[in-house]
């Protein structure tokens, strides 16, 4: 990551850890993540996962073989938090938001 950092321009970052979790030796900055997140954002599969404010989907359970209704809500507070009232659908709170990865730790 160290090295493809360096290819995208991200001449202040420095990455100790695989995980992206919480590392005292993990170093960047805004502008950095900015050129990193703009790249990331050009793969089709990444762009929908960060831009997706709700996912329904159901599993078989192996035991007894009923489906189990699973829902996931993004952590990303300024992506589809509000329901339109003309549309129903979901919509950021910041206009032109496409998503992305805010953290939570």
Not at 15 to 38: C, E, I
Not at 75 to 81: E, H, M, P
């Amino acid at each position: 990551m160290n090295c493809y950092a360096k290819e995208l321009g991200m001449k202040d970052s420095y990455f100790d850890s695989p995980h992206g979790l919480m590392n005292r030796f993990n170093l960047s900055t805004v502008a950095d993540m900015a050129k990193l997140t703009y790249v990331c954002m050009k793969i089709p599969m990444f762009k929908k996962v960060v831009g997706t404010c709700r996912m329904d989907t159901r599993a078989k359970e192996s035991a007894n073989k009923v489906k189990t209704r699973y829902r996931w809500t993004t952590t990303n507070k300024i992506l589809g938090t509000r329901m339109c009232q003309d549309t129903g659908k979901w919509v950021a709170r910041c206009e032109g938001v496409k998503g992305c990865k805010t953290g939570i730790t």
